[in-house]
T-cell receptor, first 113, second 112 residues
């Protein structure tokens, strides 16, 4: 079974804090994704990585950065958290150049106060 | 500009009847389409997919239909069951860049 694990289910952080969201997958997938889910807006792609140290901006990268130092781990970084970054964050992984599905983690509900 | 559109935010269907969820897309370069189901406070789970070279794929109670000329796909669930109540996301993928783009989702309520 593919497993994508996000380090926290719930997080509460203060405005201005630097926040790290961690994601690990155990299926040797090349691709990893970070999305956020907000009511009425669906899943929006923040960043995408197709290999170690490689990354591409998604639709809403502003205020975020990512790190992929190892194939199995993809970190999302909120450089200075703001209240409009309160959201459900979802990590996913998939095979490269294959018409297959992406597998999701359980999500991290982040609240910025 | 939204590339994957789910125009119905919600849908209510009687238990035992057919649920039909619709999705439109704008980019003819998409190679692969997927449907995901999501319960609150959980990650999305994969349901069913279809390649752009096919027009139908069936898996148990779930069938996805693709109409490339209309840039439209639909998910049929029959018969609908109470556990099908969830948010359903349509998604599309291009092999060229591997990104997976999602629609806004449709909340399905199965009524007893």
């Amino acid at each position: 079974d593919v497993k994508v694990t996000q380090s926290s289910r719930y997080l509460v952080k203060r405005t201005g804090e630097k926040v790290f969201l961690e994601c690990v997958q155990d299926m040797d997938h090349e691709n990893m994704f970070w999305y956020r889910q907000d009511p009425g807006l669906g899943l929006r792609l923040i960043y995408f990585s197709y290999d170690v140290k490689m990354k591409e901006k998604g639709d809403i990268p502003e205020g975020y950065s990512v790190s992929r130092e190892k194939k199995e781990r993809f970190s999302l970084i909120l450089e200075s958290a703001s209240t409009n970054q309160t959201s459900m964050y979802l990590c996913a992984s998939s095979l490269w150049r294959e018409s297959t599905e992406a597998f999701f983690g359980q999500g991290t509900r982040l609240t910025v106060v | 500009d939204q590339q994957v559109k789910q125009n119905s935010p919600s849908l209510s269907v009687q238990e035992g009847r057919i649920s039909i969820l619709n999705c439109d897309y704008t980019n003819s370069m998409f190679d692969y389409f997927l449907w995901y189901k999501k319960y609150p406070a959980e990650g999305p789970t994969f349901l069913i997919s279809i390649s752009s070279i096919k027009d139908k794929n069936e898996d148990g109670r779930f069938t996805v239909f693709l109409n490339k000329s209309a840039k439209h796909l639909s998910l049929h669930i029959v018969p609908s069951q109470p556990g099908d109540s969830a948010v359903y996301f349509c998604a599309a993928r291009m092999n060229r860049d591997d990104k997976i783009i999602f629609g806004k989702g449709t909340r399905l309520h199965i009524l007893p």
